[in-house]
């Protein structure tokens, strides 16, 4: 049967929350990194987009680019919960809802009655139900897949939606950019351009076994994909592989007691943000250092989940850098369930 997937992503997410919670931010360009000038930004409002904002942006370049823009800190609390909310809602209409952070999801409505099985009624639907009930705004793609309903949720964002039906499937594909295929990233893009290869159409000019030849297993994909083809089912056991914070810190951490003296106050915020998670099982756990020149590195080893842990990690991970840090992170990775469950039979 064909499917209808619905891909909901919200319109960006934590500066909306905010501007939510602090109506005075509504209508400025506003930032969410904290306030200290050596961080990245998560993410910006569509107002401080105008001005070349964006997430993962140096926050003292955000700055230079928009010196009015306002820096509001993290409440993850407050993003979490309304994530949950629209879980929530999402569970009104389907079981089978696949989350891929907090601010999105696929939606599997393939089996809904409701607007006469219409899948972009029901997202209209929802879309006006979010925004009603938990007062942030979202866009939607509808298509008979995941590949393409993720694409067109980005089409008419902020606050759009857009629908990509079976008929259309074919038409809309031929022109699309490579790049927006999921796992093309700039460099893939750059490689496949010297095939003369910049759309999915342009690859329909290419057999499959071309594409094996050139790219591996991902020519497959490619050679898929770029034909609308995507059978991935929307998984509702997925479960979150790893959690982590990090702190950027305003001068840096010119010792190793300097930085074990920061140690328990990222313990305790990693531990708050995983209370919900302990029962998921933690398999090991990492952390992530920044140096001054921004090299970084990440140590990982199964350690039991305490402060004293993260010490141990941390000595690792300065014994043959003798270098001041600039950036701390602390994660756990979790169990893999599928795993768990296969080694049962
Ligand atoms: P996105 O959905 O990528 O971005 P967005 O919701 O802010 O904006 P858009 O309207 O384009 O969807 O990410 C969701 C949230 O995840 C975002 O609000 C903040 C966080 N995030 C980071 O912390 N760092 C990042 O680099 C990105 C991309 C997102
Ligand atoms: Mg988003």
């Keep these: 049967m064909q499917r209808k997937i619905i891909h909901v992503d919200c319109d960006c997410f934590y500066a909306a929350v905010e501007m939510r919670d602090f109506p005075h931010l509504q209508g400025k360009p506003v930032a969410v990194s904290g306030t200290s000038l ?55 209409y389907t079981d089978t809802i696949e989350p891929l952070s907090l601010d999105e999801a696929f939606l599997d409505v393939t089996g809904s009655d409701l607007f006469s099985g219409s899948a972009t009624l029901l997202a209209q639907h929802i879309r006006q139900q979010i925004e009603k009930e938990v007062g942030i705004t979202v866009s939607a793609g509808i298509a008979p897949n995941k590949f393409l309903a993720k694409v067109a949720s980005d089409w008419n964002k902020p606050n759009g939606s857009f629908t990509i039906s079976p008929a259309h499937v074919e038409r809309f594909v031929y022109q699309l950019p490579v790049k927006k295929i999921f796992g093309v990233g700039a460099k893939s893009a750059e490689r496949l351009k010297l095939f003369g290869i910049e759309t999915c159409g342009d690859l ?134 599928d795993k768990n469950q296969l080694s049962l039979f």
């Design 38 to 92: 050596r961080g990245v930004l998560s993410t910006c409002n569509y107002e401080a987009r105008a001005f070349g904002l964006h997430s993962a942006m140096p926050t003292h370049k955000a700055v230079a680019l928009c010196p009015h823009v306002i820096l509001q800190p993290h409440r993850f609390d407050a993003y979490r919960e309304a994530s949950e909310r629209i879980q929530a809602i999402f569970l009104q």
């Design 204 to 337: 329909h000019d290419h057999s499959v076994t071309e594409l094996v030849n050139q790219f591996g297993k991902s020519g497959l994909r490619l050679y898929e994909l770029s034909r609308g083809i995507d059978d991935r089912p929307v998984s509702n056991d997925r479960t979150r592989k790893s959690l982590s914070i990090e702190h950027t810190f305003n001068t840096n951490l010119p010792t190793l007691g300097a930085c074990l003296g920061k140690l328990p106050n990222l313990y305790e915020t990693l531990i708050s943000r995983l209370k919900k998670k302990q029962d998921l099982g933690i398999r090991s756990l990492f952390m992530k250092i920044k140096y001054a020149d921004f090299r970084q590195t990440t140590i990982e080893r199964c350690l039991p989940l305490d402060s004293g842990s993260y010490q141990s990690l941390l000595l690792s991970a300065l014994k043959d850098h003798h270098q001041p840090v600039r950036l701390m992170g602390l994660g756990v990775r979790f169990k893999d369930d």
